[in-house]
């Protein structure tokens, strides 16, 4: 079905659910697997701040990636990092970068206008997207 899945977590309520269903689809397909978490940086004409630090997100990648080797599944871990809005861009980089045949993410679940008003990053991978994109919620 799919050589190499990426996966893209962040420390939503579905991140889960996220690892759950590339979990499956993994052990269904015999794919590799890539786990990303974007740390997002809000531009500043002084400093670029970040909105968590290099050590929490790769410790939640770690996390993620024991979970799914301890299944017996192939798996890497990447932090990356972007400016605050540009995560969707950063995840269909690495999707080309590795190859992959499906994203798998989570949605927030933000209602129609907070989406609208802040903009969905599965919003913006799915627009973007030329690969499948599964979206869990």
């Given at each position: 079905?799919?050589?190499?899945?990426?996966?893209?977590?962040?420390?939503?309520?579905?991140?889960?659910?996220?690892?759950?269903?590339?979990?499956?689809?993994?052990?269904?397909?015999?794919?590799?697997?890539?786990?990303?978490?974007?740390?997002?940086?809000?531009?500043?004409?002084?400093m670029s701040?970040?909105?968590?630090?290099?050590?929490?997100?790769q410790a939640?990648?770690?996390?993620?990636?024991?979970?799914?080797?301890?299944?017996?599944?192939?798996?890497?871990?990447e932090v990356?990092?972007?400016?605050?809005?540009?995560?969707?861009?950063?995840?269909?980089?690495?999707?080309?970068?590795?190859?992959?045949?499906?994203?798998?993410?989570?949605?927030?679940?933000?209602?129609?206008?907070?989406?609208?008003?802040?903009?969905?990053?599965?919003?913006?991978?799915?627009?973007?997207?030329?690969?499948?994109?599964?979206?869990?919620?």
């Open positions: 079905m799919f050589e190499r899945i990426l996966v893209a977590i962040d420390e939503s309520a579905t991140a889960e659910r996220v690892l759950a269903t590339a979990q499956e689809l993994a052990t269904l397909s015999g794919s590799e697997v890539w786990i990303m978490h974007a740390v997002e940086r809000e531009p500043s004409k002084f701040a970040a909105m968590e630090s290099d050590e929490h997100a939640a990648v770690d996390a993620a990636a024991q979970k799914l080797a301890s299944a017996g599944i192939t798996v890497h871990g990356a990092h972007t400016v605050y809005g540009y995560a969707a861009k950063e995840i269909m980089g690495l999707a080309t970068k590795h190859n992959a045949g499906v994203i798998v993410m989570g949605s927030r679940g933000r209602g129609e206008l907070a989406g609208l008003l802040v903009g969905s990053t599965a919003h913006k991978v799915i627009h973007l997207a030329d690969r499948p994109v599964v979206v869990v919620r």
